[in-house]
């Protein structure tokens, strides 16, 4: 090879290599140049190898610098030639012929050729799959580096390609492009327009769109209507975009098939008054108050001279204050609207203070103007201003809290011979009703008893093995008071298993009553009490003793000791009691003890009389507390004083003992300094539970002094509650107060019967009423149709004619807000006629008698607002069949078989009540007979929960806008645009339910 042709090939070809591979090799001696050999310094200097790729191989020159010691440098240089194969490489030697240094020239890369793309996978468009490229080998050569990357993926975006790049060996790569990627085109979409009355807009037709595009919607709002955001309701898929009212352009975004309904409601006339109910005259600077109705729901107000504004000029209400007398003039503006009002400024007098009314009734004021008003959970308060530059007065009532009495608290009465049950006559009252109260029970008759605030009924007790019937005093489904009434054979007769039979030889029977109080303190003498009984049939005939057993732990638990010196009681007589006092004892550690008194005992083990049982001599045992230190009673007598209505003829407060918050203290009311009332402070006031004065805030009284002092006279009311660790009586802070009661008010309301002429709905009914010391003017009013209709108006009235719905409609009488009592007139169809669901009609439809009745009843014992349920089996499969409870409401809950079956939840009154089923005829589509047929074994027991227990709020069944199941109004409606929401407050602290019933839908005609 010649010089020239190897300068052609280092100027075409050229590969900067970064370095040889040296291998240094050396003689056994080295005898030319030992400096040489043994010093020298290899430092590749400019080393240049240029190469081609030829069948015969590559060329590779390589040029080496060295220093010796002396400084003379010396340039070697050196060519070689690498076999044609990948991988080769040659050598060069450098240095003397036995003293030298190898230098290895690069691996000889032959394959220059880039791989080949191979095919693409376009099934998963955009995203396309290369695969299959291969590595050719060069011309006139056999074999190639081979392939290294061989594919991949990549995505494409809308008219556009991607690129893979591929590589071999021989690091010869190519970018690989993919084909032009062209998506399918989208589906249209449609969405429909419709404009309400009141206005119009464009397009009035559907319009064909792609997915996701906006829409405009030109609206053309009529004069008197208006338009919002909230006006529009959409059904489908379309996202709402805005409104601008200055275009009156309304924009959605079309995502699918939707339609938009637009609404131009009305815009009510724009008026204004100034408000007739503030006192008058109204001075220089004293705010008078305008309202306005109608418009937009946007005010904004001027006036015909500037005035001292009391509050801000914009808005539904405003008190504008002028400075001089005169007729003023007020101009309010809504929309286009404008509407003007007047009022006359009293030229300016001497200073009128503010000053409350008495007595003092909320928002009222004997002098001055109302001022800011406040309402708390036990009060209210306000402010009487004056209207001149005089001195304000603030204002407080305390609410009235409704409770009641239900009397005597605890009694007996007695079986006569043959008969199974007795009588015994129940006194109730109610203060501060907010319905009509009822005496309910779950063993005694009738219940619930009549319906009155203030009454007497004499209610039948069945025997029961001596356990008492309890009576509970209800109101609008709150407990206000219960009495309890023991039944016993009378004096002479015993129980057979079915009645109260004479026996010959009659014997006393003695028990005693469970030892009170439960409480005592370390190294405090205490004595306790109990009721010695006979509720045998005969005298015990001579005296008898009678002890006190103290146990050392709770129960009767641990040792029994019994307290000495026990006693002896005279002789007691059949149906009679008395009441025994322990001797006293001195607990000296602290600790719970239990204690219980013994009749006719010692000796053991049967005592000294004879009676028809020996085994209940003994009173079940009372668990007593005993405190290291005695504790102290703190309370305050809140109410009330002055002349009050007969609502407020009450002391109110509330007591609480230091070393247990949670007991429940006895209070005494003093009239005069003479004990005219007892009661004990328990009952729930949320204020003293935040305050934390007593556990659950269960320390408050409220104790009814109507009847127990003479109306119309000052009397001195003292307040006090006991200590029960040393029995002393302690005056409540604020005692005594004076007060001066107003007679009550009381009525009394009638309403007759009446019949519904042929094919007629309703008939009429003769109402007759009384109001004694009314407090205001008595309305007469009826839930039907709808809640608190008033029927009429006056505190007296005699047969006033109101109208009658089949079956019958409820009439209640109130005076001043509070019901006083309540009547029920029936409508029946007249003789030869029925009712057909909508009058009285001559015929029934024919009908297909059912094949049998069943029907079942499960859990029959629940509390108020429990779950059970009802099933109904006629035989047959018929939408017409319902359920007939007497408490509570149901829900459908499908077919079994041909069982109908329903869940129910119980009504808030206590008691027990019959369950049945109805079959309604309707022919054709309900061809079975009408038939109402009582469940037997159906009874559904109702009890109510301990006083204060919480009660959660419950919805109608099914969910009717505002109706609760549970007895508390709803709160919180709201009437929205596709549903009704309420919601169902708790009582005492139970959680409340929100409820919806969703609103019909519009269906769409279009011609």
């Known amino acids: 090879m010649n010089k020239f042709f190897k300068i052609f090939i280092l100027t075409v070809f050229v590969l900067i290599i970064s370095g040889f591979l040296f291998s240094h090799k050396v003689s056994a001696v080295c005898t030319q140049d030992p400096e040489f050999c043994i010093k020298v310094t290899w430092v590749p200097s400019a080393i240049s190898v240029p190469w081609n790729n030829l069948s015969s191989g590559l060329l590779f020159t390589g040029t080496y610098t060295y220093t010796h010691d002396s400084g003379v440098t010396d340039v070697y240089t050196g060519d070689c030639v690498a076999p044609p194969q990948n991988g080769s490489n040659c050598a060069v030697n450098f240095g003397q012929a036995t003293d030298y240094y190898t230098a290895y020239g690069p691996n000889n890369k032959f394959d220059a050729i880039a791989p080949v793309c191979g095919t693409w996978d376009s099934t998963s468009a955009p995203t396309y799959t290369l695969s299959g490229s291969y590595d050719a080998p060069a011309s006139g050569v056999s074999g190639s580096s081979g392939i290294n990357v061989a594919g991949g993926t990549c995505t494409v975006t809308s008219g556009d390609t991607c690129n893979v790049p591929i590589s071999d060996n021989a690091d010869n790569t190519r970018s690989c492009v993919s084909p032009i990627y062209t998506p399918p085109a989208p589906t249209p979409v ?278 008492e019937s309890i009576f509970y005093l209800y109101n609008n489904g709150v407990w206000l008071a219960q009495a309890s009434v023991a039944p016993y054979c009378v004096a002479g007769t015993e129980w057979d298993g079915n009645s109260c039979e004479i026996v010959a030889n009659p014997l006393p029977d003695l028990t005693a009553s469970a030892p009170t109080p439960n409480i005592a303190t370390v190294n405090v003498a205490r004595t306790f009490s109990s009721d010695i009984s006979n509720i045998g049939g005969a005298s015990s005939g001579v005296s008898f003793t009678y002890s006190f057993q103290l146990a050392s732990a709770a129960n009767g638990g641990g040792t029994i000791a019994t307290l000495t010196p026990t006693a002896t009681t005279p002789a007691l007589g059949a149906s009679l009691s008395r009441s025994v006092t322990s001797p006293s004892h001195t607990f000296t550690t602290a600790g719970t003890y239990s204690v219980r008194a013994c009749a006719d005992l010692p000796p053991q083990p049967n005592g000294v009389i004879t009676e028809s049982s020996e085994l209940n001599n003994c009173s079940a045992w009372t668990n007593v507390t005993v405190s290291a230190t005695a504790g102290t009673v703190t309370g305050y007598h809140d109410a009330y004083s002055g002349t009050v209505v007969a609502s407020q003829c009450r002391a109110d407060g509330w007591a609480a003992y230091s070393a247990d918050l949670g007991l429940d203290l006895n209070i005494k009311i003093l009239s005069d300094g003479v004990q005219v009332a007892t009661g004990v402070a328990s009952t729930y006031r949320g204020d003293l539970e935040t305050a934390g004065v007593c556990t659950g805030g269960t320390c408050s009284f409220w104790i009814n002094l109507s009847g127990l002092i003479s109306n119309g006279t000052n009397h001195t009311i003292t307040a006090q509650a006991q200590n029960p660790s040393t029995n002393a009586w302690v005056t409540l802070p604020a005692s005594p107060k004076t007060i001066n009661c107003t007679a009550p008010t009381t009525g009394t309301l009638t309403a007759s019967n009446c019949t519904i002429a042929e094919n007629g709905s309703s008939c009429n009914t003769a109402l007759t009423w009384t109001t004694a010391n009314p407090v205001g003017t008595s309305n007469i009013t009826s839930n039907t149709p709808s809640s608190n209709t008033i029927i009429t108006t006056g505190d007296n009235g005699t047969n006033f004619s109101a109208s009658v719905p089949y079956s019958s409609r409820t009439f209640f009488l109130n005076n001043n807000s509070v019901p006083l009592t309540s009547a029920t007139a029936t409508a029946t169809c007249v003789t030869g006629t029925s009712w057909d669901g909508s009058k009285c009609a001559v015929s029934a439809p024919t009908c297909t008698p059912t094949p049998s009745f069943n029907g079942s009843v499960s859990e029959t014992t629940v509390t108020y607002g429990g779950a059970y349920t009802v099933s109904c089996d006629y035989g047959v499969i018929s939408d017409s069949i319902l359920p007939d409870v007497g408490s509570g409401t149901c829900s459908w809950n499908g077919f079994v078989s041909t069982v109908a079956n329903f869940n129910c939840a119980a009504g808030y009154i206590p008691g027990t009540f019959e369950n049945g089923c109805i079959i309604n005829n309707s022919a054709p589509t309900y061809p079975y007979c009408s038939s109402t047929d009582v469940i037997k074994d159906g009874d559904l027991t109702v009890t109510a929960p301990p006083f204060g227990s919480p009660i959660a709020g419950s919805c109608g069944a099914p969910a009717i806008h505002y109706n609760c199941a549970s007895p508390t109004p709803s709160i919180n409606n709201n009437n929205g645009i596709s549903s009704w929401t309420w919601t169902c407050p708790g009582q005492s602290g139970g959680s409340p339910a929100s409820c919806v019933e969703a609103k019909k839908k519009p269906v769409i005609i279009e011609d």
């Open 190 to 467: 449609t969405v429909t327009p419709h404009y309400g009355e009141g206005g119009s807009g464009t397009p009035l037709t559907p319009q064909s769109v792609l997915p996701g595009t906006p829409v405009d919607f030109d609206l053309t709002i009529n004069s008197g209507h208006s338009f919002s955001p909230a006006d529009v309701e959409i059904f489908g898929e379309c996202t709402p975009g805005g409104y601008v009212a200055s275009t009156s352009i309304y924009s959605a975004t079309i995502n699918n098939n939707c339609t938009i309904n637009f609404s131009f409601p009305t815009i009510p006339t724009l008026s204004c008054a100034h408000d007739t109910n503030q006192a008058e005259p109204i001075y220089p600077n004293a705010g008078a108050k305008f309202r306005a109705t109608g418009g937009i729901g946007t005010y904004s107000w001027s006036y015909s001279a500037t005035p001292v504004a009391s509050n801000a000029t914009t808005g539904i209400e405003v008190w504008p204050a002028w400075t001089d007398s005169g007729t003023k003039t007020a101009t309010v503006t809504s929309g286009a609207q404008q509407a003007s009002c007047t009022v006359y400024i009293t030229p300016a007098v001497t200073p009128i203070n503010g000053l409350c009314a008495t007595p003092e009734i909320h928002n009222n004021c004997a002098s001055g103007v109302l001022g800011s008003t406040a309402e708390y959970s036990n009060s209210y308060q306000w402010w009487c201003n004056s209207p001149n530059g005089g001195t304000n007065d603030l204002c407080t009532e305390y609410k009235d809290v409704m409770s009641g009495t239900l009397s005597p608290s605890s009694s007996t009465c007695y079986i006569p011979a043959g008969g199974t049950t007795c009588t015994k006559l129940l006194t109730w009252t109610t203060s501060s009703p907010v319905a009509i109260s009822a005496v309910t029970s779950a063993t005694g008759t009738p219940s619930p008893g009549p319906s009155a605030n203030n009454s007497s009924y004499t209610f039948t007790v069945p025997y029961n093995n001596g356990v």
